[in-house]
């Protein structure tokens, strides 16, 4: 049966994991023969709450095959009206919205309320307890997810955070699907020569924008590990500071971890020159205090690298513990003697064979399954 499906969330031209994630789906239900369409933001954040250096892309094109409506002005009741508006007049069988900042509770929240009597209301929730909290949290969630019929939700720690806000049995776990957008696998050599980065050495990656809540502090703090020193591991940081930078800056110094050591490519990475950053290293590092789900490690899988995680919230599901890498405590100690075993013990290979076979589960056929078996329960 043929569907129309409106995705409410970010997309081109917003940048980040959401708007990616968004574009990919989109792409995968028009490519199974829906007809589905992106409403995206006119005004998603405004500036000042933004910490980043822009909120959209500089160079990117516009995704081929995918209709994006760019309607929605988070801050203003009236322009949710309108959008309210459009997706009656345009009769959807189901719209899903992308949730994962309680900001957005009162524009979707409204828009959800307005337009439930005539299309099916299904929430995809990337949190519903953000990892940094402010005054406020938990009404604007609540008054989101009651404007909602159903909900699915890409860890089980998001799934059984929904039911503090509801006692539906309308909910359903995927995994997060891999991202394919952002171009085929190139060789280690390629990406390092791309990069400016020694063919030989030893690299650990930690990929995307940089909170308090990633944990990057850990793991320069394990780089200066006696074990990590000896081994000559290399650090690799590619993404933007959202904290304060000289913190970061700061702890390079205290352990003495040079340029050569922690090399710092601090910038929005655009979407042409993922692969090249995936495709170097030897290891993906993500030691976050607080996690739901991963985008950064979909794309690890993508392109075949194993990957180290703390154990919080939904990383320990998707990396399995000494077959696709390692599941480690938040401890600095830990996690530098583990980086030190992954070389020391030539884990690499054995480890990447794993990351092939257990990629096969977070193909888009099986999130779209189940988005559309919650569909049809709520039908």
């Known amino acids: 049966m043929r569907l129309k499906i409106f995705i409410i969330g970010p997309a081109y031209p917003l940048r980040g994991g959401p708007a990616q994630f968004n574009e990919n789906l989109c792409h995968e239900l028009r490519q199974q023969g829906h007809d589905a369409q992106i409403i995206s933001y006119r005004l998603q954040y405004p500036n000042f709450l933004f910490p980043g250096s822009s909120q959209f892309e500089t ?9 994006i409506h760019t309607l929605i002005n988070s801050i203003n009741p009236f322009n949710w009206l309108r959008v309210a508006h459009f997706i009656k007049k345009e009769k959807p069988d189901f719209i899903l919205f992308r949730f994962w900042l309680p ?14 009597k005539h299309t099916r209301v299904l929430a995809l929730t990337d949190n519903v307890i953000p990892h940094e909290k402010r005054v406020g949290d938990k009404p604007l969630t609540q008054y989101f997810i009651k404007g ?8 089980q ?32 050599s390629e990406a390092r020569q791309k990069l400016g980065l020694k063919p030989d050495d030893k690299i650990v990656l930690f990929f995307g924008l940089i909170r308090h809540y990633k944990g990057l502090d850990l793991l320069i703090e394990a780089m200066a590990h006696p074990a990590v020193r000896l081994a000559k591991i290399k650090l690799l940081i590619a993404g933007e500071f959202y904290d304060d930078k000289m913190m970061y800056i700061n702890a390079m110094q205290h352990y003495q971890l040079n340029e050569e050591v922690v ?23 993500q030691t976050y205090r607080t996690a739901t789900n991963s985008g950064v490690s979909m794309v690890s899988y993508y392109y075949n690298k194993p990957m180290l995680v703390t154990n919080v919230g939904g990383l320990p599901e998707i990396v399995i513990h000494n077959k696709c890498g ?13 980086l030190a075993d992954y070389f020391n013990e030539g884990k690499e290979d054995e ?4 990351v092939i076979e257990e990629k096969k589960k977070y193909e888009w056929s099986h999130f779209i399954n189940k988005l559309l078996e919650l569909y049809n329960t709520c039908s």
């Open 59 to 67: 160079n990117a094109q516009a995704p081929a095959n995918t209709p």
């Open 157 to 188: 720690k998001v799934l059984q955070d929904i039911s503090l806000f509801t006692n539906t049995t309308h909910k359903v776990y995927a995994p997060h699907p891999m991202y394919e957008t952002y171009g085929a696998p190139v060789s280690q």
């Open 148 to 155: 909602c019929q159903g909900f699915i939700a890409m860890s």
């Open 263 to 285: 090399i710092l490519h601090d910038k929005f990475i655009l979407n042409e020159d993922v692969k090249y950053y995936f495709c170097a290293a030897n290891l993906v590092a």
């Open 326 to 338: 390692y599941v480690v405590e938040k401890s600095n100690t830990q996690i530098g003697q583990k």
């Open 351 to 354: 480890f990447t064979k794993n």
């Open 103 to 116: 900001f957005f509770g009162p524009s979707l929240g409204t828009i959800a309320r307005l337009v439930k």
